[in-house]
């Protein structure tokens, strides 16, 4: 069984559109997280919810919304898209938000803005 | 000074030899450290953590971790084709479980 997921596995779509991604996972975690992969593979780290509480936010365009309707779910809306967004997005989720917890990531949205 | 650094490779080496990989880090109050492996077109996935000074092995990976010195390598033993990925060393910065990343190192592994 899948432990962190994410959907869709793809998107392609055109600039101004906008653009949700959702993740669940089923580890019984508390935190969970959203990161970007750019084109040069660079990992940076955008937004952290523990138990549905805003824990991270990292320096994002306001056009880059998360919610987490629950401690299983982390959504990422994107408002506005432009070219730059084009990324592979993961979602990782820990037990909790301390410093020896390990992330564990989902399969990535790859998104393609056009 | 970028916060973790990692040199970005490719790294070369022949079946069955030792891989090494390290990585150095900025902020002397870090205390875990990860390796992540990434196969082209998949996720990061976690083969070691550790936390303290000194080295642990799991199987073929052995991490090790100096704290003074503000690195942490990734050892693999017997390389095979199949360890062939980039690598990512990942940093614990205390604020809430972030992770600062290090642009990765790519290993091939040849036949």
């Known amino acids: 069984d899948t432990a962190v997921s994410q959907t869709p596995k793809y998107l392609v779509t055109q600039m101004g559109n906008d653009k949700s991604i959702k993740c669940e996972q089923n580890l019984g975690h508390d935190t969970m997280y959203w990161y970007k992969q750019d084109s040069k593979k660079f990992l940076k780290i955008m937004f952290s919810y523990n138990n549905k509480e805003l824990i991270i936010n990292e320096t994002v365009p306001n056009r880059f919304s998360p919610k987490s309707p629950d401690k299983a779910h982390l959504n990422l809306h994107i408002n506005s898209l432009e070219l730059g967004d084009s990324a592979v997005y993961f979602c990782?989720?820990?037990?909790?938000?301390?410093?020896?917890?390990?992330?564990?990531f989902g399969p990535g949205t790859r998104l393609t803005v056009l | 000074q970028k916060e973790v650094e990692q040199n970005s490779g490719p790294l070369s080496v022949p079946e069955g030899a030792i891989a090494s990989l390290n990585c150095t880090y900025s902020?002397?109050?870090?205390?875990?450290f990860f390796w992540y492996r990434q196969y082209s077109g998949k996720s990061p996935e976690l083969i070691m953590s550790?936390?303290?000074?000194g080295d642990k092995e799991d199987g073929r990976f052995t991490a090790q971790l100096n704290k003074a010195s503000q690195y942490v390598s990734l050892l693999i033993r017997d390389s095979q084709p199949s360890d062939s990925a980039t690598y990512l060393c990942?940093?614990?910065?205390?604020?809430?479980?972030?992770?600062?990343f290090g642009q990765g190192t790519e290993l091939s592994v040849k036949p």
């Open positions: 990782a989720s820990s037990a909790s938000s301390g410093s020896y917890n390990e992330q564990f």
């Open positions: 990942a940093v614990n910065m205390l604020q809430g479980g972030k992770l600062i």
């Open positions: 902020d002397r109050v870090s205390q875990s």
């Open positions: 550790i936390y303290s000074n």
